[in-house]
C-alpha cells in the first residue's frame, strides 16, 4: 500500500498530466525526445511558458532529460526509469497515450521529423565522397562485422540493411539470405554501395532509395542497422519500424556508438544523436515488442565505444 508521501505524489501526477498543453506535450514525447525549441514551434508556445510547464511535469516525474553534447532532450519516463510503487506514472502514460494526438501537433511533429532528415541527407549529399575518410574517425565496419556473423542465421529468406554505406554488410548478408535489399533516403550513398555490388556480383541484392519508415515490404527475417540510429531523425520509430517488417521469429540486430560527449562528430560525420545509453535502446526494442537476447561492446579508436544488440520478434 501506498503511504501518504506517495499518495502526495500520486495526486502531483495527475493534477500535472490534466493540463490540457501538458498532456499535449507529454503525448509528442510518446516514442520521442525533443528539445524545447522544437516543442516550442510544435506547440506554438513562448520558450519562457513552456519552460514552466516543462518544469512541472518533471518534477511530477513524468519527463527526464538526456543531454545530447550542449543540447538538452526532453523525453517521457519510461518503465525502465519508474519501478516499484512509481508504476502508476507509466500506467497514467499509457492511459493517455489511447488518445489520438490532434492532427496539428501530428504535422508540426512530422515537419521536426522532415527537418531532422533534411539535415542528414544534406550532409551525405554534399560529403558521400568523403564518407569513409569520415567514418574510420569513429568506427570501421571491419571493426563490428566479425560479431554479427554469430548473430547471423545459416541461412534465411530476406534480409534488409538500413543505410547500407559502402556496402560491407551486404556481402556479408548476401552469403545467408536468399534475397537482401539495402534502403537510405540518401543516392549519393546508394551509389558506393551499388559499385560493390557490381564488382562483387551480389546478384541477389537489391537497393532502394527511400526513407525506411515508409518501408512497407518484404517481411525480413533480418533487419540490420549499422551505425544508422544516430542518423535517424526519431531513433524509437525507426526501431518500431523494423519490429513491423520483421517476420515471425526475426531477428533486429542494431550497431551503435555508445552516449559520448564528442560533438566534433555533428559536424565531420553528420551525427544528429551522439549515441544512445544500452538502455534506452533496449527500452525502444522493448516498446516495440521485441525480445533482447544479446548484446556486446567493442572499444574503437578516439575514446568511441561501440554496442552491438540482437532483438528477436517473438
Not at 207 to 219: G, N, V
Not at 300 to 309: L, S
Amino acid at each position: 500500500m501506498l503511504d501518504e508521501s506517495e499518495y502526495s505524489r500520486y495526486l502531483s501526477t495527475l493534477k500535472a498530466i490534466g493540463d490540457p498543453l501538458r498532456a499535449d506535450i507529454l503525448r509528442l514525447l510518446a516514442r520521442d525526445s525533443f528539445g524545447v525549441l522544437e516543442l516550442a514551434h510544435m506547440l506554438d508556445i513562448s520558450q519562457p511558458a513552456l519552460s514552466h510547464h516543462l518544469k512541472i511535469l518533471t518534477t511530477a516525474g513524468l519527463l527526464t532529460t538526456r543531454r545530447d553534447g550542449n543540447s538538452i532532450y526532453y523525453r517521457r519516463v519510461t518503465p525502465e526509469d519508474s519501478t516499484g510503487s512509481l508504476h502508476y506514472r507509466v500506467a497514467a502514460l499509457e492511459a493517455l497515450d489511447a488518445f489520438a494526438l490532434v492532427p496539428v501537433l501530428a504535422a508540426r511533429r512530422d515537419e521536426v521529423h522532415k527537418e531532422r532528415a533534411a539535415r542528414s541527407r544534406a550532409f551525405f549529399r554534399d560529403n558521400a565522397r568523403a564518407f569513409r575518410e569520415q567514418r574510420a574517425l569513429i568506427c570501421s565496419p571491419d571493426v563490428y562485422l566479425p560479431a554479427l556473423a554469430p548473430l547471423l542465421p545459416d541461412h534465411g529468406r530476406a534480409a534488409i540493411d538500413v543505410g547500407p554505406g559502402d556496402g560491407e554488410a551486404l556481402t556479408l548478408l548476401s552469403a545467408r539470405f536468399d534475397r537482401v535489399h539495402g534502403i537510405d533516403n540518401s543516392a549519393e550513398m546508394l551509389a558506393h554501395a551499388a559499385s560493390r555490388i557490381e564488382s562483387e556480383r551480389l546478384r541477389n541484392v537489391t537497393l532502394r532509395d527511400a526513407e525506411f519508415t515508409a518501408m512497407k515490404r518484404p517481411r525480413a527475417d533480418l533487419v540490420l542497422m549499422a551505425m544508422v540510429l544516430h542518423h535517424a531523425p526519431s531513433p524509437a520509430a525507426f526501431i518500431a519500424h523494423a519490429a513491423k517488417l520483421l517476420a515471425r521469429g526475426g531477428r533486429l540486430i542494431v550497431v551503435e556508438l555508445v552516449s559520448h560527449t564528442q560533438t566534433w562528430a555533428r559536424d565531420a560525420c553528420g551525427d544528429l544523436w551522439l549515441g544512445f545509453d544500452p538502455e534506452e535502446l533496449v527500452g525502444f526494442a522493448q516498446r516495440a515488442n521485441l525480445e533482447p537476447r544479446q548484446a556486446q561492446y567493442l572499444a574503437q579508436r578516439n575514446g568511441f565505444r561501440i554496442q552491438i544488440h540482437a532483438f528477436d520478434s517473438p
